[in-house]
């Protein structure tokens, strides 16, 4: 599931992607993927890039929330959560450090970390 977020996050530019394996740490889920996108409507773009591409895997988010403002997306498919931000607003909130003692998965695809 991750990677295939993260292609369809690439195949509308967003850069900066981190996968984190959050099991074994106490978290609400299983793994986050971030990326990072530079204007509002990439941000919306991104999201919904992501959505269609694992919907079409049979995979439907539980929970979507900021579509409609485009600064941070958040993507709940319970197990993964997947966070579309504004470069501005992924400065802001580091989420990378926040979460900084999980494990980052290799994607092994280019354009992520």
Not at 56 to 83: A, F, N, S
Request: glycine share 8%.
């Amino acid at each position: 599931m991750l990677k295939a977020a993260a292609r369809a996050a690439l195949a509308k530019k967003a850069y900066d992607l981190v996968a984190l394996d959050l099991r074994g740490l106490d978290a609400v889920c299983d793994g986050f993927l971030l990326c990072s996108a530079s204007s509002d409507v990439q941000v919306k773009a991104v999201a919904e890039n992501i959505e269609e591409a694992l919907r079409e895997q049979g995979l439907r988010p539980w929970h979507v929330e900021g579509l409609k403002g485009r600064r941070w997306v958040l993507l709940d498919y319970v197990g993964v959560v997947i966070h579309v931000f504004h470069e501005k607003t992924r400065e802001y909130y580091l989420l990378d450090r926040l979460w900084g003692d999980a494990r980052s998965v290799d994607l092994g695809l280019e354009g992520t970390d």
